[in-house]
């Protein structure tokens, strides 16, 4: 008896096998004895075969128990929060390493770039892509995300916290890591993502934060992590935990907890400071005082609340209203502010693309989402062109006979105010991205609006644009630092640098001249030049550097308080322009930081010679 051909050998297969499945046990030993393949690579496939059907039949009786909840497989192989915010976060610095690394290259081999160097994604635009993200379940979701975006928003305090732990652990175990490895972006990702929930989110459970957060490292696909390091993690991990927890809480007068001492050290170690760049820190240092500054940066380090914008019905004041509280209540318990605004309640904000579009209401484009700061604009130039600030023009001017332009329109928000508020017909928007003009024209087709019907799309350098006829009004919202969306875009605050501010500024002046001498009529056109910046430089520095070249042809018109109720008291006194500061404590409500100026060409255009530096 030889082998696999023995009668006796093919029996007690053909028996161990017949429980799982005999049509594969067949098949398997007809190849053998065809084939001459060895005993143990028929055990083998048999024992790999007959454990796929033992799960697929251990997974149809569990569901078909109907006293026991079922699971899919896909259910269970799902993604914890956690590791899908450590993902983003691994990919954003993955992308950044590969980036860095093809430079690096270049300039060894003295090559030139063939093209502009690619920004990579940021961690919440790469988180948004994820399907795990967008299909979770809304509480999860809006974990997730809080999860990425206090990761970015206090990354200098989480960098410097854990490099003092790491020098301790690292130099006792004489451990040293690659840190260009792609085993090295993934601890420092999944460190980062746990100190976070252990310093800066309330009420997670320390143990939880621990555990599951060390747990994700087992669960990184594409990228096995060495035991060792995470231990290593969880060792850190536990040891911020103990110190943290040195100490006991105060509480004040009022009752609040103050940090515990372990925690006060931490923050005295790396102060908030640590978020921004120096630079940055400094200019608001100088240009609005160290209080203020602090106050800023408060600001940048708190979710900011989700507003939405709405639609016009039509009909008077009291039906407006009406329907604005009427939408309040559709979507859960908004909050309706003095100019029309709508402050979504907390679990509706803060979710991301997949949880704004399942707000009631979305699909019917009867919204859009748009800062509370941001709406104030179009109503700032809406009431200088319909209302003049003159005597020999008491009645309101019909703003369907009036014509305007929103230029830099995307995402659109502003351009929907326009529409919305029945200017002559149709408005013309500029924009100079094709792929920016995509999302534009996808937002206003899901509000009712279309092309050439409502408005006209100009996809054009905003330098180079002329319009057939003369405008009554512009909306200008200039690209700029963005440093006052820093709640919601916490990479303003060391993304930036004053090289690229100063290369914005002079693209700023460039569209705000061409606004001026191409585009608006010469008997009283009005510019609105609007910047969600918060550095002086970017807007009033440009207000008074555009008066100072078109003087005795430009001027500047002070902002109806009445126009923009809830921000009169942003409107400065000697110049009457409005400008928002993120955590300003002149305003009830929290916001995107905004400056809006309204300049009125009164004549022909005359400047004046710049005077030598």
Known sequence: MSGLRSPLVLFLLLTVLQAFSLSTAFTLVGRCATNGVGKTALLAKGAESASSDLARSSSSTSAANKDEPSKSKSANERPSPRTVAALALIQTDMAVLKGSSRRRN??????????????????????????????????????????????????????????????????????????????????????????????????????????????????????????????????????????????????????????????????????????????????????????????????????????????????????????????????????????????????????????????????????????????VPALALYDALVNPPTAAEATPID??????????????????????????????????????????RSNLERLGYTSPEDYVLHVVDAKEWKPEDLLDGILLDVPCSATGTASKRPDVLYGRTEESVTELMQLQRSLAEASIENCLKDDGGMLAYVTCSTLQQESEDQIQYLLQKYHGSLELVKINPNAVPGFENAITEQEGWLRIMPGCTKLSFSCDGFFVALLKKTGPITTTPKKDE
């Open 106 to 375: 270049r300039n060894k081999n003295n090559q030139k770039p063939t093209s502009r160097p690619r920004k990579p994604k940021l961690p919440l635009a790469t988180l948004e892509t994820n399907v795990h993200y967008l299909t979770m379940d809304p509480r999860d979701r809006a974990f997730c995300r809080l999860l990425v975006t206090t990761v970015e928003r206090r990354r200098g305090q989480l960098v410097k916290i854990l490099d003092s732990l790491k020098r301790k652990k690292t130099t006792a175990n004489k451990t040293t890591f690659n840190p260009l490895s792609k085993q090295n972006i993934v601890t420092e990702a999944v460190l980062q993502l746990g100190a976070a929930q252990l310093l800066f989110i309330d009420n997670v459970k320390p143990y939880a934060a621990i555990k599951e957060t060390v747990d994700v490292m087992r669960q990184i696909p594409k990228t096995p992590v060495a035991e060792p390091r995470v231990k290593f993690v969880n060792a850190i991990l536990r040891q911020l935990d103990r110190n943290l927890k040195k100490g006991e809480k105060n509480h004040d007068d009022e009752g609040n907890d103050s940090p515990t001492p372990g925690l006060q050290a931490m923050l005295d170690l790396a102060p908030p400071q640590e978020n921004i760049s120096p630079w940055l820190y400094k200019a608001w240092s100088t240009q609005w005082g160290d209080e203020m500054a602090r106050e800023l940066l408060d600001a940048a380090m708190k979710q900011a609340p989700t507003y939405i914008s709405v639609k016009a019905s039509g009909g008077p004041p009291e039906q407006q209203l009406q329907r604005r509280e009427e939408i309040c209540e559709a979507v859960g318990g908004g909050r309706l502010l003095p100019h029309g605004s709508i402050a979504l309640p907390t679990k509706r904000s803060g979710g991301g693309v997949g949880q704004v579009k399942q707000i009631p209401l979305f699909e019917d484009g009867v919204w859009w989402v748009q800062d509370a700061s941001a709406a």
């Open 399 to 440: 703003p369907s006979s009036l014509h305007v332009a929103d230029i830099c329109a995307s995402p659109g928000g502003k351009s929907a105010q326009l529409l919305d508020m029945g200017f002559a017909r149709p408005v013309s928007l500029v924009e100079s991205s094709e792929f920016r003009c995509k999302r534009l």
